[in-house]
């Protein structure tokens, strides 16, 4: 139960992070209309954040005494009890640094969430097929402008390969499974993530190549941070600070 | 005890017809295919709803107006389920819905399979403007004002307007 209580926390974390960062644009996009859809791309993560986070609750509260709730989830737990992959928490940077977190990201939960609808957890089988159709705009979206912007400018260029630099090294993590995955894995309720790499390589390689863009080498050192086992890099803290404040200086306090 | 003879699955829905999309005024629960069942326990009605999508913010509010509407109509013990499978799609939206939203000036959604495609830079069918009638229109973003609408603009009339996109 341990893992799949795990397993489920790991899906909420992933997207309630990202879904923050986004939404840490809103009001300073670019233009207008980004601004809407990176913050309609943050709306969707946070709201699949809260369908696992709610489903985790359920499973906690079924095996101990422990009052847990989704905000508890999102609120009350450190930096080390986040179990999400280091690539979400990374900085916004420039636009094209957003851009390029996303399209990984949104690569990555695609062929995950595809996996994940045939899992014999109902609850996490329903939660992925409707985040899928979500996500498949997420991807389309970030995908055009990771080409917009590679085949753009020079300017423009020049900022996404700097993404690039800054971005890959966090991709190895993904498809490496931590212990909860592999059980999770194992006993037919979650996706070996192992698995996923080869689809998203050849996403990430048609999508460079539209955008102009050489592909990074894949090299050993192509994870620094493991995120999924509480070992995340200095960013999360800072979001952490910011997004439990309240609940912490004012516990039960509601909207 | 709820009278057998007094509560039935249709009335409930009658009830319900009532309950508007905060964020789209005109279009009831049923009309937009949030409304999944009702199903009466022995003296509880159980009112089953599926989100349009996952972070949909009208959600809370919707679950609120159906409690009061059946509290209104004399109906106290009522339980709301959430389901999320199968997962909402636009396709579920009456054909009555669909007019409503064109007369409020939003264009309706085209068939699922027509325009849901994961092609780059590709616009799918032509919208038609809800204000002019012309299909001569420009997608200007997939994401709008809410999570249900993209962004359109009429290269005739020159307005822009919102599309409810099939989902």
């Known amino acids: 139960m341990k893992e799949r209580i795990n397993y489920t926390i790991h899906l909420a974390d992933n997207a309630l992070i990202l879904g923050h960062r986004n939404s840490e644009w809103t009001g300073f996009g670019p233009i207008i209309e ?34 847990v709730t989704e905000d508890t989830l999102a609120y009350l737990r450190d930096a080390k009890d986040f179990l999400n992959c280091s690539l979400v928490e990374q900085t916004n940077g420039d636009w094209a640094k957003t851009i390029l977190r996303q399209f990984f990201f949104s690569a990555y939960q695609f062929y995950l ?12 089988a329903a939660i992925a097929e409707k985040s899928l159709k979500e996500v498949t705009y997420h991807l389309r979206w970030s995908s055009e402008w990771v080409i917009r912007l590679g085949d753009g400018t020079e300017e423009s260029n020049k900022r996404i390969l700097t993404a690039v630099d800054d971005l890959w090294i966090c991709t190895g993590e993904l498809f490496e499974a ?12 979650g996706v070996d993530v192992s ?56 516990p039960n306090s509601e909207w | 005890m709820i009278d057998e003879e007094k509560i039935s699955v249709k009335k409930i829905r009658e009830i319900l017809e009532s309950v508007n999309d905060p964020e789209v005024p005109v279009l009831s629960i049923i009309d937009l295919g949030i409304l999944r069942d009702v199903i009466i326990n022995d003296d509880e009605i159980e009112i089953l709803i599926t989100p349009t999508y996952s972070g949909c913010p009208a959600i809370d509010m919707i679950s609120m107006n159906i409690k009061l509407a059946l ?37 309706p959604p085209t068939l699922k399979q027509q325009i849901c495609h ?14 002019c009638n012309s299909y001569h229109t420009k997608l200007i973003s997939q994401f709008g004002s809410t999570a249900c609408k993209a962004l359109y603009v009429c290269e005739t009339c020159k307005e822009p307007f919102d599309y409810f996109k099939c989902h």
């Not at chain 1, 696992?52 to 005494?65: D, E, K, P, R, V």
């Not at chain 1, 931590?178 to 309720?189: H, M, R, S, V």
């Not at chain 2, 994961?118 to 403007?129: K, W």
């Open chain 1, 195 to 250: 698995l996923l790499k080869s689809d998203w390589m050849q996403k990430v390689r048609d999508i460079f190549e539209e955008a102009t863009l050489p592909l990074p080498v894949e090299t050993e050192s192509q994870v620094k941070w493991f995120g999924k086992e509480g070992k995340h890099s200095e960013h999360l803290g800072y979001i952490l600070a910011e997004m439990q404040f309240l609940q912490r200086t004012y």
């Open chain 2, 71 to 107: 509290i209104e109509n004399g109906h106290k013990k009522i339980k709301i389920t959430s389901v999320l499978s199968p997962a909402w799609t636009t396709d579920w939206m009456s054909e009555e819905g669909k007019q409503k939203l064109k007369a409020f000036g939003i264009a």
């Open chain 1, 113 to 124: 969430y595809q996996h994940l609808q045939n899992s014999n957890d109902e609850k996490l």
């Open chain 1, 34 to 67: 980004q601004d809407i859809a990176i913050s309609n791309i943050a709306l969707d993560l946070i709201g699949q954040a809260r369908n696992f986070y709610q489903y985790a609750a359920t499973l906690i509260s079924n095996s101990t005494a422990e009052p």
């Open chain 2, 118 to 131: 994961t092609e780059l830079f590709h616009e799918g069918e032509a919208i038609q403007c809800p204000r």
């Open chain 1, 178 to 189: 931590t212990g909860f995955e592999q059980t999770a894995a194992n006993k037919g309720y």
